[in-house]
């Protein structure tokens, strides 16, 4: 029952230690009252009245409230301290809330997506996020309303400490909520973690620490990087305080910026001023590789064409990243693909099937492939649309460094790689020499998105967005830079590029350039750490 009532809510139970950090942290007064919204087992009603005891509140229950969904949880939480209503915390706030204001709000909410909150209380958070100007979507998690409501149900001088997933730093559905806890609150103050504090959860979280009003010289942000939850021990409230609050970012900044020191934010802040600067879209066109809608069967190795005998049916196509090296893709590279028994084969058969082509749908129709969705949509079904070849290759997913890769071939790509067309008049080679450089390569971990495992990933438009300073004069070695990077050397290129383009064409100072450098691979090693979790 009790990991049933773990996936309705949408994660576990807070630790101990996180709950009186929050506690500590947040109230601090003998008179406080307190919220928590979603209550569970009850580690922060436990936390808040031990909290209030030690600031000398000799009767604290009456101070706090705590309110829980399920009555078996909500049970237990009563035995910690505080009164516990059982119920929808939505449906308390829009039938009872009548503009009580508490002078801190703690808790866990719960992360539940859209389509697994039952619909009777989704409507109700949704109907209140409305009401405070947001727009919700089916996206949206149901953590956020909770954080939203919550903050409107803070005292002027109030604070709020919450337990909230990691992608509020970039998910695009959370981003009006980052604009609106950037005005609301005066102070805030981010605690991240290198390990996931949760035993039995891969959810990475933050703890968000906000204040409405606070002196001039604590205004802006804080991120407190810690190593686990045990490190809590050593972060006290007036350690956070002697921390420099960083400024404020622009609305569509992602909050993985606040990571770079205040210095590199300006730069780069003034570097995306610069005319020199544009953006990806200038140069190139950026859209998705095809979707064969099942390329189990539609991407093939050249052994499975032959026993097949499809091969004169097939096509050149590039399905995944690691077929590509350097930045450059030769008819030799395709052709050692091949003989490496890579799946580099697209079928795709002319109008008047052979009886060969015949033979193999009949195959993927009794593996049911024409039932896909992608595929039955369609006519014919076994037909997949492909439109322009691309000039070359845009990495979807990233590791260690984002690329492009020049299409000297024939090749398509699948939807594993966007496809980029350049504009007339653009140097494809130049550009994609251009591309790596650190400024370009910053913006990439604050545009990109990674939830988990280290890897980054675009969105065509993202990619479309990314900035990039290009010298239609410049004349920089391709085949230079692709021998480079084929031999693992992409230091040694971003080196050059950065001196040819930052320093000479942009007018910026080696140590600027060496800001750029070194704030692109402090976003980077943050992503990657994630690997060896």
């Known amino acids: 029952m009790t990991d049933l009532i773990n996936k309705l809510r949408g994660g576990y139970y807070t630790p101990n230690k996180v709950a009186r950090f929050i506690c500590n942290w947040a109230i601090t007064s003998p008179s406080d009252n307190i919220l928590e919204p979603s209550c569970g087992d009850g580690a922060f009603i436990a936390a808040a009245h031990e909290r209030l005891s030690k600031l000398g509140c000799t009767n604290p229950e009456p101070s706090i409230l705590g309110i829980e969904l399920y009555d078996s949880e909500a049970k237990k939480a009563a035995k910690c301290g505080g009164r516990v209503i059982t119920g929808d915390f939505f449906t308390f706030c829009t039938d009872k809330i009548n503009g009580a204001k508490y002078d801190a709000i703690v808790g866990n909410p719960p992360f539940i997506r859209y389509q697994d909150f039952e619909e009777r209380y989704r409507e109700k958070a949704f109907e209140l996020m409305h009401r405070y100007g947001f727009s919700p979507n089916r996206l949206t998690n149901i953590w956020l309303p909770f954080l939203v409501v919550c903050s409107h149900l803070i005292s002027d001088r109030g604070r709020l400490g919450m337990v909230i997933p990691a992608e509020l730093f970039q998910v695009k559905y959370a981003s009006e909520t980052r604009h609106f806890l950037m005005d609301y609150f005066e102070s805030v103050s981010i605690v991240t973690f290198e390990n996931l504090i949760f035993e039995n959860a891969q959810q990475e979280v933050i703890l968000l620490l906000a204040e409405r009003h606070a002196k001039d010289k604590d205004r802006g942000v804080r991120i407190i990087e810690l190593k ?150 369609r006519t014919p079904w076994y037909q997949v649309p492909t439109s322009w070849k691309p000039d070359a290759f845009f990495y979807r997913q990233v590791g260690a460094y984002p690329r492009i890769v020049l299409n000297k071939t024939a090749a398509y790509s699948t939807d594993t790689l966007h496809k980029i067309r350049f504009h007339t008049g653009v140097h494809a080679g130049s550009a994609i ?79 600027e350039v060496s800001l750029l450098h070194a704030g692109w691979q402090t976003l980077r090693s943050r992503r990657m750490r994630r690997k060896k979790r």
């Open 433 to 511: 020499v251009s591309f790596n450089n650190s400024l370009t390569f910053l913006m990439s971990e604050l545009m990109g998105r990674s939830y988990g495992g280290g890897v980054l990933t675009f969105e065509p438009s993202e990619s479309r967005d990314l900035p990039i300073p290009y010298d239609p004069s410049a004349e920089f070695d391709f085949e230079m830079a692709n021998h480079l990077v084929r031999q693992e050397r992409t230091e040694e290129l971003i080196a050059h590029v950065d001196k040819v383009l930052l320093e000479k064409y942009l007018g910026l100072s080696s140590a």
């Open 228 to 377: 686990d939850a045990d490190s809590l021990a050593t972060l006290t409230p007036r350690k956070i305080q002697t921390l420099q609050p960083k400024r404020k970012l622009p609305d569509s900044t992602k909050w993985q910026a606040y990571y770079l020191d205040q210095r590199t934010i300006d730069l780069v802040s003034r570097l995306l001023e610069d005319p020199h600067v544009r953006r990806c879209s200038n140069l190139f066109d950026v859209n998705v590789g095809l979707v064969s809608g099942q390329n189990s069967f539609f991407v093939l190795d050249k052994s499975t064409a032959e026993e097949n005998s499809i091969l004169n049916s097939c096509v050149p196509i590039i399905s995944r990243s690691f077929q590509l090296d350097g930045l450059c893709l030769t008819d030799a590279d395709y052709e050692s693909q091949v003989d490496l028994g890579r799946k580099v084969l697209l079928f795709l058969p002319k109008n008047r099937l052979s009886a060969a082509d015949l033979q193999y749908v009949k195959k993927g129709e009794m593996q049911g492939v024409n039932k896909n969705y992608k595929c039955r949509i």
